[in-house]
RNA sequence: GGGCAGCUAGCUCAGUUGGUUAGAGCGCCACAUUGACAUUGUGGAGGUCACAAGUUCGACUCUUGUGCUGCCCACCA
């Protein structure tokens, strides 16, 4: 027998950086290699393209669980449609994301050298920046490398890079042209510490319990959060219909005692105002607050901002002039409280303050002179539609489809509250806004946003855009959804007039096992790499898919990796045994299934059965994107049927070469997507001789229903065989239950037998499996026994089973189990003459039904018939 | 304030149109080690399917309500 020179146990490090540089040097990951390769081999083609553009993580570092997340599920996707035929791209890519790199950055800064961006200078820091984002897209690529994602790295892009740049100018080009870019001054969401304005979607809101101020003024009392905004306020709003103030008119005026002296109020009525939130009476602060803005703009008032850019208070606040809120806020309530005006504190006031996601910097709005996309302005060449509805016809119209389905309604909700965005920044690390002596950069946003088809060479008409885009799948995490997703729609819409991908599949986040989240100050971070180098690339994959539902978050836990890691190594041993069976069959590649005069067993027509199946369900549950159902199927049957029992029985029933071989190359092709190392070195060991031929580039398997001489061999009474097969395994597994409850140890040579009734002939038939598997001695099989006196029994399916224990039965034991099963049996016979006891279950369940349940019931009566003979027996 | 998701074995989760004695993995208990694999095998214990009402011959599954848990959205000064 020829040993195998795979080792014992699968180690992952001694395959996997080779295999995948094998793949890429060999130009695999590429569709015009891939493809010219397959055809050479002759293998199916599809004529259908299929590309995805990887989401590009932020060059700020290193990559995190949820990148592992999406590279695993992309390439799963990419593997399988290579191998269906389809000509495939999927093209990998980092996003420079301004603000975030430039903080990191500017905090590396501080802490190496304590200085500022301002004190090296513009051209000085970018290059800092520069330097920096080289050093982590290296990692990045390195480590989307060591997941294996199959991405082809000759198109890889980068936001900031010169055909990425020359996009950016040329969309804001066209929509400026379109009119849909305008400057204007608006009230507009600034990070004082970061000292730029961020978009609105960048907004994080935390709750805050602060004093709630209820101020006297003049006859009303006002509330605030913030008195330091207070000073300008020389406007009173309330409801038109609110009857408390009914005898102020709108545009009164009145003078008042304020926080610097006497000001002149004017009365404004406006329906913004809740009447039953506070007095139903506020000043407004229209340079300071979004709704006061909107006030504003509609009476049109005056607005005057009372704090600057760095977050001191102007001159208008007086005395108060140049100090820092948090400082001027104190003195300003005492200083009213000193003129009476406080009229109360509410301590207990929870509101909501704006943060910058990006840095944490307290959001302070303000007017500013800024660029803007307009949402809401009909596009010429577009039917006249708005942005807006664009986006929203996109999904609307089923031209993008959402997994899960859900999320669409989220993403209509998002867009009917869209307000116009906010395109530029203050900070330096961007896209500059392409208009002579304008200094801002543009939002990172809104480069990401023409990922799709940037990646593909537009504004160019090239080959790539016209034979990939729209791109086939979006594979994303919900979290980026309004972020990202919605903006590649818009840009897709306007600048192509076509949706930028057919599919969006929406991954949760990966939590910790106690479903807190992954964060460096918690410490329940698990590292990609980590693990990779731990437990190997294969089982990380598998532990980040099977498990997990697109959509909702899930639990990782280094248990679950580890068990995976398990399944990987019993997949490398079902290969090895396999290969081994192969060869001293005298097997190599291709070994005949039909020769003439090999007849095939139950177990093999069962295994074949079960094997056209899976293909089916695996293929069916990667078609709609079911990742984790499709793995689960193959591990079960990898698993609990191929090792637990068919390979068992290979060991009795001898010659099974051309079979197994036919099943060890489709469930490595089945397996390839979601762990490509194990079973391309296992593909390898066996199934090519080529170097330059990889198992990647195999055909997909299909089912072999449609193959007549198949069909005819092993599928023709498949039902019947997988019952068969079931029973049994069910005589096995009752056989070693026995032997486990009377304590007969596995090495002991026992007598069973078996009162088959209408199963005799196919006990008979499979006598040496049931042996075997049984760990059995003697088998007798008739069509009726009498209990032997001294021995254990059970009964399945109708069957009796006895073995004979002369003595050596513990008769209590024995008498407990068979009570034990008595029980059961009662309360399941109970339960079912629960149904025909209602009357109308037989009158209106369908007759199939009832039929069913007449079966199970005579079923189960002759079982507890059998089992109390059983116990009498020994009573 | 509006919306969405989750609640099934100790833990993590399956359960597709209502009819299975409700399943898997991990963990736990017992037993087994020269024959592919101890990163293994065999057997076992363990569940009022969050709660309540309703529809139905029949509900883990459908409807309504309640309770937790989490997330998203919203201009409450």
Redesign the pocket.
């Known amino acids: 027998?020829p040993e195998s020179e795979l080792p014992?146990?699968?180690?992952p490090a001694d395959y996997e950086d080779e295999i995948y540089a094998r793949a890429e040097q060999a130009g695999f990951f590429k569709p015009e290699t891939a493809q010219a390769a397959r055809a050479k081999a002759g293998r199916k083609k599809t004529g259908r393209s299929f590309s995805m553009v990887m989401p590009p993580p932020n060059a700020t570092g290193t990559l995190h669980i949820g990148h592992a997340v999406m590279l695993a599920i992309q390439d799963i996707l990419v593997r399988y449609h290579r191998m269906l035929g389809d000509e495939t791209v999927w093209i990998p890519g980092t996003d420079h994301a301004a603000i975030a790199t430039q903080s990191k950055v500017e905090r590396l800064l501080w802490e190496t050298e304590k200085k500022m961006r301002h004190d090296l200078g513009h051209e000085e820091f970018l290059k800092r920046v520069d330097a920096f984002v080289a050093d982590s897209r290296l990692t990045i690529r390195k480590q989307i490398r060591k997941m294996g994602a199959s991405c082809d790295w000759s198109r890889e892009c980068f936001t900031l890079d010169e055909p990425r740049s020359l996009a950016v100018r040329a969309m804001f080009k066209k929509m400026y042209d379109d009119g849909l870019i305008y400057r204007g001054s608006k009230i507009v969401n600034w990070d004082p510490f970061l000292q730029t304005t961020v978009s609105?979607?960048e907004l994080e809101?935390q709750e805050e319990k602060a004093p709630?101020y209820f101020f006297k003024y003049g006859p009303f009392v006002?509330?605030?959060?913030?008195p330091e905004?207070k000073f300008g306020d020389k406007y009173v709003?309330m409801h038109p219909a609110d009857a408390r103030y009914a005898e102020y008119q709108d545009g009164q005026k009145l003078e008042v005692e304020w926080i610097n002296g006497k000001i002149i109020a004017t009365i404004i009525k406006d329906p913004?105002?809740?009447?039953?939130?506070?007095?139903?009476?506020?000043?407004?602060?229209p340079w300071h607050?979004?709704?006061?803005f909107?006030i504003a703009e509609r009476h049109g008032l005056d607005k005057e901002p009372i704090i600057d850019f760095d977050g001191r208070l102007l001159p208008v606040a007086g005395e108060f002039a140049g100090m820092k809120i948090a400082e001027a806020r104190q003195k300003i309530v005492e200083k009213l409280a000193a003129k009476k005006l406080l009229d109360h504190v509410d301590e207990n006031?929870v509101?909501?303050k704006a943060v910058n996601s990006r840095g944490n910097g307290l959001i302070e709005p303000q007017i500013k002179e800024q660029w803007f996309i307009n949402v809401n302005k009909p596009v010429a060449g577009r039917g006249g539609k708005t942005l807006k509805e664009l986006m929203r016809s996109a999904v609307s119209d089923g031209g993008v489809n959402i997994v899960p389905e859900?999320f669409k309604?989220?993403y209509f909700?998002?867009i009917d509250?869209l307000r116009d965005w906010n395109i530029s920044r203050q900070i330096w690390y961007g896209h500059k806004v392409p208009i002579e002596g304008d200094d801002d950069t543009l939002d990172t946003w809104f480069s990401s946003g023409l990922w799709t088809f940037s990646t593909l060479g537009w504004p160019e008409e090239t080959n790539d855009l016209k034979k990939f885009h729209p791109t086939s799948v979006l594979e994303t995490g919900?979290?980026i959804l309004?972020f990202w997703v919605a903006r590649m729609i818009l840009m897709s819409m306007y600048a192509l007039g076509e949706v930028p991908f057919r599919t969006v599949y929406l991954h949760g986040l990966v939590r910790d096992?106690?479903?807190r989240?992954m964060s460096k100050s918690l410490g329940n971070v698990i590292d990609p790499l980590d693990v990779i180098a731990k437990y190997g690339t294969d089982a990380v994959r598998l532990s980040l898919v099977i498990?997990?539902?697109p959509?909702?978050?899930?639990?990782l836990?280094e248990?679950?990796i580890?068990?995976y890691?398990?399944?990987?190594?019993?997949l490398w041993?079902?290969g090895?045994?396999i290969i081994?069976t192969i060869n001293n069959n005298g097997g190599g590649l291709g070994m005949p299934l039909r020769p003439l005069g090999i007849s095939f067993t139950l177990a093999d027509k069962w295994i074949m059965s079960r094997l056209d199946e899976v293909i089916q369900e695996v293929t069916g549950a990667i078609n709609s994107f079911d990742f984790?159902?499709a793995g689960?199927i193959l591990?079960?049957f990898t698993?609990?049927e191929l090792?637990?029992?068919y390979?068992?029985i290979a060991?009795i029933e001898k010659n099974k070469g051309a079979i197994l071989e036919r099943i060890l190359q489709t469930l490595l092709k089945l397996w390839h997507p979601f762990m490509p190392f194990v079973t391309e070195v296992l593909w390898r060991e066996q199934f090519t001789e080529d170097e330059n031929d990889m198992l990647m580039l195999q055909e997909w398997p299909e089912t072999s229903v449609k193959k007549r001489w198949l069909f005819k061999r092993f599928f023709a009474k498949k039902d019947t065989v997988i019952q068969d097969i079931q029973t049994v395994q069910d005589v096995?597994?009752a056989i070693?239950?026995l032997?486990?409850?009377n304590?007969i140890?596995?090495?002991k040579k026992i007598t069973v037998m078996i009162a088959g009734h209408n199963k005799l002939e196919l006990l008979v038939s499979q006598a040496e499996i049931i042996k075997a598997l049984g760990r059995v001695e003697n088998l007798e099989i008739a069509l009726t026994h009498k209990q032997p006196p001294q021995s254990v029994a059970t009964t399945v399916k109708g069957m009796e089973i006895f073995i004979p224990l002369v003595g050596l039965i513990d008769l209590t034991i024995e008498r407990e189990r068979l009570q034990?099963e008595i029980a059961?049996?009662e309360?399941?016979i109970a339960?079912?003459g629960q149904?025909f006891a209602?009357t109308?279950?037989t009158?209106?369940?369908?007759k199939e039904?009832v039929e069913?349940?007449k079966n199970?019931l005579s079923?189960?009566k002759d079982?507890i018939e059998k089992l109390q003979a059983q116990l009498n027996q020994i009573k």
């Open positions: 027998m014992k146990v699968y180690n609105d979607d809101w709630f006002i509330s605030t959060a913030r905004t709003v913004a105002v809740d009447m039953n939130f506070g007095t139903g009476v506020m000043t407004i602060t607050d979004a709704t006061d909107e006031y509101h909501r859900r309604k989220i909700h998002w509250n919900y979290d309004f096992e106690q479903g989240k498990g997990t539902t959509g909702n978050d899930t639990r836990s248990e679950k580890a068990g890691r398990n399944f990987t190594n019993k041993n079902i090895r045994f081994a984790s159902r689960e591990r079960d698993w609990g090792a637990d029992w390979l068992e060991k096995i597994s070693r239950n032997r486990a409850e304590k140890e596995p090495a034990k059961a049996m309360k399941y339960a079912l149904k209602q109308d279950f009158r209106r369940a369908p039904i069913m349940e199970k079923a189960a079982n």
